[in-house]
């Protein structure tokens, strides 16, 4: 399992890497966020009537899914492909 502190910075390099007009709107949205608990997609996890935001466990890029019948995800944003155990989803308690 991927650091929750890891996985942010990783995102908050994502997002510097903008455009100059793009940067400052996607910085402040992100930085309003607190880091949060991550867990890895398990054969548990369920989407529900919401979709849920997945998360990268290379690039920290996020996708959001409406269920979880899949096996394997490549990310839109690295290209990486990933098995569904490696994606990370926000914990709710």
Known sequence: MMDPLRLWRKMLNRVLSFDDDK?????SEFL???PKKFVNVNRYTRAGK???RIYCPD???WTEVHHFAWSRLKCQACG????KND???EYVE
């Open 32 to 34: 309003e966020k607190e």
């Open 50 to 52: 919401k979709p849920k």
């Open 87 to 89: 994606w990370l989803v």
């Open 80 to 83: 990486a492909d990933n098995q």
């Open 59 to 61: 690039c920290g890029a």
């Open 23 to 27: 940067r400052g709107a996607a910085l």
